[in-house]
């Protein structure tokens, strides 16, 4: 296995651990459940140790793929600076939702606040999730860099700033 190969299994456990987490949030309030929305905090925080992993492998996964026909620069670039984000993002989430279980374990009286605030980071991770998903995809994928990316994409894979209307 390569550098590309640990990416591709590492980067998905974050993006489908925040979507699980927000599901498993939700139903922790819909059902007033401390113990499922402690589940939801334990889910944030494994993907946020994750997403460490996936981020540290994406450089070696570049370089297995840069060279490749098909494989657009610019798509990468908008990949890798979104992914810093996400990192961000992520790992703020994981810590925040490590300060909010031990608030809601030790009962303190702030633990409301920080559920809400857990609750708009994994919203917002969320939405951040699926845009680094979507250009990551598009790095391999052309079926779907138009969509992704805004660009329209030639016979051969090759991304343009050309629009089909033109």
């Known amino acids: 296995m390569n550098q590309a190969h640990y990416h591709l299994f590492l980067n998905h456990l974050p993006i489908i651990g925040t979507l699980f987490g927000i599901l498993t949030l939700a139903a922790g309030f819909i059902f007033t459940s401390n113990h499922v929305k402690r589940t939801a905090l334990g889910i944030f925080i494994v993907a946020a140790v994750f997403a460490v992993p996936g981020f540290l492998t994406g450089e070696g ?46 009962e303190k009286s702030f633990r409301t606040m920080l559920y809400g605030l857990t609750l708009v980071l994994c919203i917002a991770t969320m939405v951040l999730a699926q845009q680094v998903g979507t250009t990551g995809g598009a790095i391999r994928h052309t079926e779907i860099r138009s969509a992704g990316t805004g660009n329209a994409v030639d016979q051969n894979g090759q991304e343009s700033d050309k629009d089909d209307d033109d």
């Open 61 to 106: 996964a570049e370089e297995v793929v840069e060279g490749l026909p098909g494989v657009s620069e610019n798509i990468i670039e908008e990949h890798e600076e979104l992914a810093s984000l996400f990192i961000w993002l992520t790992s703020t989430l994981g810590i925040v939702s490590l300060l909010t279980l031990y608030a809601d374990v030790r």
